[in-house]
Each structure stands twice: as structure tokens, then as C-alpha cells.
């Protein structure tokens, strides 16, 4: 975040970075989770949100980062099914409400996802894209940060910079079945993964006997006719991981690294640091993550990405992907960092999680068990529970980020709100 002047965040999770926009319900899946930018809000800045943001969430993010409710301002954009947030602004008539807050004082974009939508949004309004010295610069870097957004472009790079890869091929989609045919002749496994895919979209996975019982290979319609396609063997994953790595003027460096939870390749949280079983991956983890910061930087890159790995159960670690973008573990950690700087947890262990509770609730009575329970955040002492995300429409699936001393107290911490908020399976 910048030091001087405001900033507009963002929300654009509609986007076609990383999934094309034909793939909208995803999109519009992934857009309820805009609430959570709230986080990044100072005095003067100004939220544009694709969906509601409750007063409720909104007074309790106010009251940990100590912003008031008439400093900050909130932009809530009308459904306009699955167009770009720039599009839906515009057909809103939004435009000019944006325009008079931050065109005249100097304020940067601060876009989820940088693409060519956002780049003529802050053309139109005219101001900058954080953290790019000029619209221009932005808007240099989007080749590179559109193709490392793919598997296919990923590949090609990763093994240009050294990484270890698992073994596979980039294919069309006429192709797939040939191309899993030949890998399983020599692996057991494999996966199959559409290039422009997040969040494990699209994925499957394939073994001999699948293709013995003839199923047959169906895919996702990601991609289209004759879209592109990675195939590699399945590995024998112990943990899947990722570093998060920053570009700025000053150089690249890593900002933090942890293990990823998954369900079929599909992320459904995060725990940093390490954890004991796989620190020892970290150094080479965050020597592949800088070498790609570099190489994003000579091709005009600023701001902060993510590299995944998989670890397998011999220890070894292979690269797996990179989000050139602001993550699903960026908004967090600048959450637990903001929350953390005035407390005794000064090397904070985190995790960000989700639990489904048995019966709905609403955000206050949630609030009110972890304070009853003495498992709400106390800013004194750096710890506790931090609900991260607005109150699910369900009233079930809660997210919540975990902030302790250590991984282990993490672990307790997940054990007693499991049991407070009585989550299925707790």
C-alpha cells in the first residue's frame, strides 16, 4: 500500500486474469468475498464493491483498524451478471460518484486483479494504478502478467528459471485424452488442468483404472473447443504450499510462506509460516519466488504475486503454478500485519479458514460468542479470532483468519471456535 494519497480498492474479482468471463459463476462465486478488502481501508480511501457490504462487518472492521465511518467510503455496485466491475460501474452510473472522490486528490487504483478493464477504468477517471508510476507502466506489464497467469506460460517460464516441475505436456484440447494416455504409461496418476483456471477450476484427475472402465475423459467446457491444456503426472502430495512475493522500486522480496488446504486442487485456506513438516522447503520455495519477482520486474511488473508448489512425501518440492495478482492470502496478511503492529505478537503465526456452523447465524451473534468465549482478537495481545469476511448468505459458511504466537496455538485456537460456534464435524 502506498504511504501518500488515497486509494480506490478495487474489488474486481470479475475478471478475465485468471478464468475466462464466459466461466461467470465462478466469478461471481468468488465476487462474495469482496467484503473482505475492507481490511485495506485508511482514512480518504474509497471501496468499489461488486456486492453488499453489511453495516455490521463494516463497524467491526472500523473499530480493529481504528478508521472512522465518515473517513472512508463505500461504493456498492448493482449486480450486472458476469461483466468486469469497470462495466458494471458504468451501466450503474457510478462513474462520476467515483470520479469526483478521487480524481481530484491524487488517488491510485488498487485493483484485485490488474487487467485491461481496470487499466481504462483508471484512464477514465484519471488516476494512477498502484503501485505503477504511470497508467502507461500499468498497462506495459499486462502481457507478461496475463500469460504468467496461465499454466501454459507458467511452464515455459519455470523451466527457463530452473524450477524443479512435475513432468508434463501442454496440449489443445483435441489432445488431452492422447497426451493422459501416454503420461499414464508412465505414472499412475495424473492431472488434468485447463490453462486459464484459479482456485483448482476445471481440474481433473485420472488414473489407469479410470480409463480402464472406460468413463472416458470428460472435461470442463473451460477454454473452449480448442482451448489450452497442461497435463502432469500426479504426484504423491504430503503438503501443497506457496511463498507470496513482492515487486516494488526498492527490489523483489519474499513477504511470507505457508501450507495451502485443499480439496481436489481446489484452495480452501492457508496456514503461514511453515509448517515444521515442509519448512524445509522454504529456502528454495522463496529462491524460486524471488528469481520469477525478477524476471516479472524486467517485463515491467510492480505489486505482489503468489508461487505455488507441491511438496511430496520424499520432502521434494516442485512448482505448480504462479497468480500474478493479489491472492486469496495478500488481503490477510496485510490484515494480520495492520492488526498485529501495536501488540507483543510481533512474529504473529496465522491461518485463514472457513467452518460451517450446524444452525445460521447472523454476524453479531457470532461476534458475541467469540467475545463471550474470550476468543475475539484482542489488539493488545495480537491474538484470537478475526471474523474476515462478511456474514455468509447461508449464515453457516463463516470465514474467519486465526492469529497466534505459534502454529500450535493456531491449532488450539481452531479446536475451541470450532467448539463455540458448534461447526459441523467439530
Known sequence: MTETGPI???ANFLSDL??????????????????????????GDVFVTPVRVSREFLQYVYGLTGV????????????????????????AGLLERVRALAGDRG????????DASAI????????????????EAAEAALKTTMLLNTKTGFRETAEQLGMRLPTGRMCRRPEVEGVVRDLLRDHARVVVKPDRSAG?????????????????????????????????????????????????????????????RTVQGSFTGYT?????????????????GTALGRYLADHGYAGPFGLDALVDTDGVAYASESNIRRTATTTPHAMVTRLTAGSVNTHPAWSVSKGRTRAPMDFDEVLARLRASRLAFDPDRGEGVVLYADAPPDG????????????????????ALAEVLQFEGG
Open 18 to 43: 485468471a478464468v475466462d468471463l464466459d466461466e461467470g459463476q465462478i466469478l461471481m462465486t468468488w465476487a462474495r468475498q469482496a467484503p473482505r478488502k475492507a481490511w485495506l481501508l485508511r482514512p
Open 396 to 415: 453457516r459458511s463463516w470465514r474467519y483468519v486465526l492469529i497466534a504466537r505459534s502454529a500450535g496455538d493456531v491449532g488450539e485456537q481452531e479446536t
Open 200 to 260: 483448482g477450476h476445471g481440474m481433473r484427475f485420472v488414473s489407469r483404472d479410470d480409463l480402464r472402465s472406460g468413463v472416458g475423459l470428460p472435461l470442463d467446457t473451460v477454454g473452449g473447443p480448442e482451448g489450452l491444456w497442461v497435463v502432469e503426472e500426479r504426484l504423491d502430495v504430503a503438503e501443497s504450499v506457496s511463498v507470496q512475493v513482492e515487486v516494488s522500486t526498492s527490489g523483489t522480496r519474499a513477504l511470507f510462506s505457508g501450507a495451502m
Open 107 to 114: 488517488a491510485a487504483l488498487l485493483p484485485t486483479a490488474l
Open 68 to 91: 472512522t465511518p465518515e473517513s472512508a467510503v463505500v461504493i456498492e455496485v448493482p449486480p450486472a451478471g458476469a461483466v468486469p466491475l469497470a462495466r458494471a460501474v458504468r451501466e
Open 120 to 135: 481504462a477504468f483508471a484512464r477514465d477517471i484519471g488516476i494512477g494504478v498502484h503501485p505503477y508510476p504511470t497508467v
Open 8 to 10: 480506490v480498492v478495487f
Open 272 to 288: 503461514s509460516p511453515l509448517p515444521p513438516s515442509c519448512a524445509q522447503v522454504a529456502g528454495e520455495l522463496e529462491e524460486w
